[in-house]
């Protein structure tokens, strides 16, 4: 039940970041515009990066609270969270200004 129960936090935690989330990349015209080389017809924004991240970190907090997951998992998994951290600001900065 603990598993599901960690599946559902981090699902709508994910879902309700991105619903929050595009409405201000609509605003600051943050997204991909049409072109011939895609195939959508209409502005599409971006930065559901956000959703992911928010989403695993719920994931491992409601995991941890459940002793699914040991205490230590934020130092024991350093570089993995250093790595997650440089992903998702490489991810923004794409989004935000179109990174070559």
Known sequence: MAYFLTFLVSLFGSLATVRLVKPLAE???IGSLPSPRKVHLGFK???GGIGFLVGILLAV???GWFHILPATVWKE???FWAGLGIIFLTGLL???????
């Open 77 to 79: 998994y350093g570089f």
């Open 27 to 29: 605003h600051f015209r």
């Open 61 to 63: 907090g409601v995991a």
């Open 94 to 100: 794409d989004d935000v200004y179109s990174l070559g």
């Open 45 to 47: 924004p971006l930065l």
